[in-house]
């Protein structure tokens, strides 16, 4: 494919992944998004014109320098921002323009976060550190909150680590914890930016990979990294530059 990301060392089954997700309906429909931020005098506008579509249990990778619009795109997708104008159709909902208390509610209900950042609480356990997203809205009880954080932590790998702090753990682990933790509240998307951003090459290898098995038990994910090494590992790969989508490889 002219343009294409390159993929080294891309496994057989990328491929297949990506072909089984060719049957399936659209999850997330971007038409022509484009987003203006007012910076005093100036106008700044991070995407440009973006269209892209992800379909039910896809992993992608969108990948870009710094300023290139790839988390700008991401807060999009994740309902954390609205766009300027184009149109985004969620699960078949168009939430384009979706009031800040909607956007949440749909947040809530659709989407895992993961970031660079692992964001813990420092003096709870990884087991409570998880339970903490079923804490809102409408709580269930505390028995089902530690089973299925419990669930969690085990399909992480993390089982026998249900009660150290983040400070006994290490980043690797970390970001399981934090893994777990977007996955508790069964998510139909995940959403990750940078995850591998602080970790060293052994613990980030490991992290891509339970994305891939995440993603071969069914889930769709979204991952944005500025690294071209870590996104020649998605089965499909989507490029920006400057506020516009300019290569994409393995649709």
Known sequence: MPGAVSRPGAEPAHAGATDAAAGREAVIALDDVRKTYRMGEVDVMPLRGVSVTVKRGELVAIQGASGSGKTTLLNIIGCLDRPTSGRYVLNGRDVSRLSKDQL??????TFGFVFQQFNLLGRTSALENVELPLLYGDPPPTKERHDRARA???????????????????????????????LVTKPSVLLADEPTGNLDSKAGAEILELFMQLNRDGLTIVLVTHDPSVAARAPRQIVVRDGLIVEEAGT
């Open 152 to 182: 969690m932590l085990e399909r992480v790998g993390l089982g026998d680590r249900i009660d150290h702090h983040p400070g006994q753990l290490s980043g690797g682990q970390q970001q399981r914890v934090a893994i777990a933790r977007a």
């Open 104 to 109: 949440a509610a749909v947040r809530h209900q």
